[in-house]
């Protein structure tokens, strides 16, 4: 009995250093070196200061900045620790009353706005992590924005256009604005006043 239990656990500590330390640092090392942004988070770095990721979406509310898609997480809105759906089908009277109470904030925030209010502006993502989303979205928001912030609707909306994502080989998947990235480009060439 002896003489099998001492090869089973050499090679329990074998595989336990090579497959659980050797082999993730390789890969962990080999990922830093070449791809170096995603293997941080892709980070976006701002004046020295970390100010988000680009693949998870952030929770903007004052006027000035565009407001990205409603989420679900918990215990607190873009929780990247808990990713998740709100898992209400399009029959649920409480997935209604969310999307009537985010239609109207929207319109509150943009009494002057009657365009159809797009759809990813009231809807949460399947992850509750969305950063982006579609053109549409940002051009409903671009007469709030630049109200709030005492520039033409124009630069706004030529802002929103520079920063359209094209989808993959220019026909997969589909155009979308990565949040982050336009409220920080808005803030250092439209600052608000």
């Not at 520039?151 to 909306?157: G, K």
């Amino acid at each position: 009995m002896t003489s099998q239990i001492r090869p089973a656990i050499a090679s329990l500590v074998l595989l336990t250093v090579l497959c659980g330390a050797a082999y993730p640092a390789l890969v962990t090392g080999a990922a830093r070196i070449a791809f170096r942004d995603q293997a941080s988070g892709s980070l976006v770095i701002q004046d020295g200061k970390v100010r988000g990721s680009r693949l998870i979406g952030q929770a903007f509310s004052a006027p000035q900045y565009v407001w990205g898609r409603p989420s679900a997480t918990g215990p607190m809105p873009n929780n990247a620790a808990g990713s998740s759906g709100s898992n209400q089908g399009p029959l649920n009277p409480a997935l209604l009353d969310a999307v009537k109470g985010r239609i109207e904030a929207l319109h509150a925030a943009d009494p002057d706005n009657r365009a159809p209010v797009p759809v990813d502006l009231v809807t949460a993502s399947a992850s509750g992590l969305d950063p982006h989303i579609s053109p549409a979205a940002a051009l409903y928001q671009a007469g709030r924005v630049a109200k709030a912030r005492g520039v033409p609707q124009s630069r706004v909306e030529q802002l929103i256009h520079a920063h359209t994502e094209h989808g993959l080989l220019g026909f997969l998947g589909e155009e979308r604005v990565n949040v982050l990235e336009l409220n920080l480009d808005l803030d250092r060439t439209a600052p608000a006043k």
